[in-house]
């Protein structure tokens, strides 16, 4: 269990085109979407938002494959954890269950009356599944 600071909580949705990020409020009560980012840009982001926002942890979605196991690309997410660690050691670090966001992010929009192009627009895809990382991350929270 996460021990609770004032400060926001980060979510990353890592791919390597493309990296959906959503924060919770300070309070860490409501996560919602914040952006989505180009890969090659993730540290340039960091660095910015955290001079001007106070994130105390970073919860990263890790993708497996559906029996659990890691995937190839858990293994590049796990990279990217270390390298949270080494480039921002004051917050906390997670690592959240990402299997069927992307569905579940994309059925939500369609829910919410999103036009066709908008839910076929990844980047909103991308955001939306990293709220959704968040939101079962801070529920996760709330359990233990």
């Known amino acids: 269990m996460m021990e609770k600071k004032p400060g926001r909580v980060m979510a990353i949705d890592y791919g390597l085109k493309r990296v959906g990020i959503a924060v919770t409020d300070p309070l860490q009560i409501i996560a ?3 952006k989505t980012i180009d890969a090659p840009v993730l540290w340039l982001f960091l660095k910015d938002y955290l001079q001007q926002e106070k994130v105390v942890t970073f919860v990263i979605g890790m993708p497996k494959h559906l029996n ?4 190839k690309m858990g293994r590049i997410v ?9 480039n921002f050691p004051g917050q906390g670090l997670y690592y959240q269950d990402e299997r069927f966001t992307s569905k579940l992010a994309a059925e939500g929009l369609y829910q919410a009356g999103y036009a066709k192009k908008d839910r076929a627009d990844k980047s909103n ?3 939306v599944s990293a709220t959704l990382i968040l939101q079962s991350f801070l529920n996760r929270q709330a359990v233990v």
Not at 68 to 71: A, I, L, N
Not at 78 to 86: P, S, V, Y
């Open 68 to 71: 659990g196991k890691p995937s």
């Open 125 to 127: 895809i991308d955001k």
């Open 78 to 86: 796990a990279h990217i954890g270390t390298q949270l660690k080494k």
């Open 32 to 34: 919602t979407p914040l």
